[in-house]
Every structure is written in structure tokens, then in C-alpha cells.
């Protein structure tokens, strides 16, 4: 029996891999697309119910009449989210991934040309919300966001340390909600750093609009560093 065991794990690991590196070359065509295109891209991730959208939609509705922006939602079904990103006053495309718990560089690949790259400037890519599969899966963007929010609890990047080691930015969303519910934002931040040393980090409120300004702030100077610097 050991031995059959051994046979099903060693077959199964290079089919893995050949996954991934097969999602990793179309994630750099994705890349190439966008530079020519001349297009800045971010993958926004979180938990379910974190506030993606949320914060998508007071990034739209902030930055509609500087930039010109695309949403492209990625959800197992429904088209609520690209709704509200085009209600926000984006160019909004939905992905359904069919009940995958992530999107990968194929599905944006497919998405991408329902969308005038010529004549976007930024891109939002909601991912599925899931902490563990989106973090395996490059989609050719040029930065990666994650979304906590107060409520999951603050023990998330000790149980999710692959999502918190690879992202370039933190929000950490519904910081109004911190007097109701117990988060040491201490023990969580020292999680975050020792995964992710660094790492800067917005904590906001999409309810009150707290926080928000240095949000904006980041995305405006990495679309455009020389601009902001
Ligand atoms: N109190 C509070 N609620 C918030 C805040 N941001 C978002 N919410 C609420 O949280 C819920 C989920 O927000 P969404 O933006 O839909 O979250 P999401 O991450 O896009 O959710 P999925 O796409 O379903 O994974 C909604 O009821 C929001 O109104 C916040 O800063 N404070
Ligand atoms: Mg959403």
C-alpha cells in the first residue's frame, strides 16, 4: 500500500507544477499586453464579504475623472459585482468562473479583449474572494492587493501566510468596526511583518471614508510614479 501511495503523490506533483507554469507564461503575456497597451493593473484579493467591491467602487467614483479605468470582477456566478462597478462609472467586465475559487491568467486573457486597453489607463481585477486559491495563480498584473477587514479576526495572516507573503499592499478595511469587535491590530501587524516585511499598509473605512485618501494616494503614484514622486 506505501508504495502505491509514493506512485500517486510523485505523478501527482508535476502535473501541478505544469499547471502553474503553464498559468505563469500566459500571466506574462497578460503583462506584455498590458505594457503595450500602456495599461496599469491591479489584482485586488481578499476573503469573501471583505469589501473588494466596496473599495472598488470608492476607487472608481474617486478617481473616474483623472484616470480612465476597467473593472474586470471575477465571481463563481452572478454579474452583482460588475454592476456596481459600472454603476461606480467603470468599463466592467465579468468573469464567472463556474465554481473555481480563483481566477487565473487564462480567464483574464479571455476577458481582456472585451475591453479597449488603448483606452483604459487603469485596470481593477476584483479576484474571487478566497484566501488560499487567488494566491497560487499569477494573472499578469502589476500589483497585487489584499483586503483584511476587522471582522475576519486578526489571527488571518498566521493561517494564510502564502496570501500575506505575496502581495505588494495591505488594506485592512472596516477599521469603523473596531470598537464592536475584539482585533489587536498589533498582533495582527506583527504577523503581517513577519511574512511580509514592509509591506505597506492602508487601514481605512469604505463606510466612512476614513483611511481613503492614502489609498488613493498609492494607486495614483503606482499608476504614474514619476508624476507623484
Ligand atoms: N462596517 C463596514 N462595512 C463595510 C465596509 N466595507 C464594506 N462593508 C460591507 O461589507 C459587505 C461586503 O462588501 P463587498 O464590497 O461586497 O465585499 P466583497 O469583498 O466584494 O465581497 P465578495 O465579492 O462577495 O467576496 C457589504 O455589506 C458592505 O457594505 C466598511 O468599511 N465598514
Ligand atoms: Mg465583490
Redesign the pocket.
Known sequence: MESIQNTADTKRIPIVEKILSANDRLAAENRAILDRAGVFALNIM??????????IELTVQHLVNELKLAVIDG?IATSL?ADRAAAAGAIAVQINTGGECHLDAVMLQQAMPQIDLQNIDLLIV?N??NLVCPASFQLGTHKSVL?A?IPEGDDKPYKYPTMYRGVDALVI?????MPYVPFRMDYFQRGVEMLNPGLITFP?????GEGLPNWLTWVRSAIRPDAYR
Open positions: 481578499a476573503s469573501p464579504g471583505a469589501g473588494k467591491t466596496s473599495l465571481d459585482d476584483e474571487v474572494g483586503i477587514s478595511n472596516k477599521i469603523d468596526l481605512l473605512s469604505c463606510r466612512t
